[in-house]
């Protein structure tokens, strides 16, 4: 089950006293097996006076070569359980967060010392997506833990397919949000079904809504706008270049909100934004996919949000709320404020920081792995 061993060079351990699970060629002296280590595999990991610094997933043999997901010096004298032991601390931990949802984010990768795997429950349903590792074993028991917590229906996407691992299926999965009811269809989802990430702050929406016109624009399947809807906004315009009206419509009526003003609008936000009359939203959710993607990309991302931010600003009425969001890990919270500094001065507008946003709690940020927080965002008072 253990495959091998890495031995690091002298001098080269610091990242370990830290808790950083990165180990780069750069840090390693040798690697020792009796066979080729394929990607997925198990190693210890050593320093150069050969004492045990912990266990790590290989991954490749250029830059990161391995993921550490235990820190110490203690042997695991059996893989399985241990895993399964931990599983079942996460679940608890994670699965007792929300007391008003049955959807929430399980495994959040390294955040949770599983790296390269999320997995996300909605409801009965387990979707988990694997983006680099490949370890049979660490999927085999995910599986089995998941079948001893009633979860009927497990899907499992990679970067190539989309592929259920039961005999049971679904075509949409449904669950409860902030006490709403929500579908999604398995042909139309974007990352792994939902962006459970944002359940704090779509609650946050519900009181800012009574009585307003609210733009949810980059809607998805109008998570934001159904909450503006809870807190008897007086119209919602739902905004998305995907064409998932069904799919809004359907959330709208299982949540009984079909009386309330609504509209949807299959079309790019720029494009919207360009085409429309100033001075009608009292609210707006701008919540855009990551427009920086790596690190070469940022001086373009960041134009992007500023074009975004200035076009909100610009066209919200006076003393109107925008609820701003970044996804992308590589615009930190001090380069949004100001990108947000910038699209403000640019529209002459006078704009306050009424409250900062993160991810729900489910997505967990580690001190050990600033790497895994990457959503931020604010509650912005225009004057
Ligand atoms: C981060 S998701 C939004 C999640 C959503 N706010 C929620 O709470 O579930 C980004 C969404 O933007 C949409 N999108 C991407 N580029 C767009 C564009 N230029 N105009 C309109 N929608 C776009 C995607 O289809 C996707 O649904």
Redesign the pocket.
Known sequence: MIKGSIILKKNKEDFIKSFHSWIFSGAIEKIDSSEELKNGDIVRVYNYNKELLGYAFYEKPEQIVARIFYFGNKEIHNINQYFLNYFEQLFKRKSSLFFDSNAFRFIHSESDRIPGIICDIYNQCAIIQIDYLKSELLLNLLIKFLNTKNINYILLKTQKEIQWLTSNRLKEIEFKENHLNFLIHIDKF?KTG??LD?KIN?KKIIEYSKNKIVL?????????GIHALKGEAKKVVF????N?ETQIKNNIIINKFLESSFEIKN??????FNNMNPNIYDVM?I???AFVKTKAKINEGIKGYIKLNRLAIKNIKQEGHIFTFS?SQFIDKELFRKIIFIAAKEEKRNVYIKEYLTQAPDHTISVFHPEGEYLKGFILYVE
């Open positions: 974007q939902y962006f944002q779509r949810d624009a980059f809607c998805y399947i109008g998570g934001f905004v998305d270049s995907q998932l079309i790019d936000v720029f494009q919207f959710i919540d855009p996919p996804c």
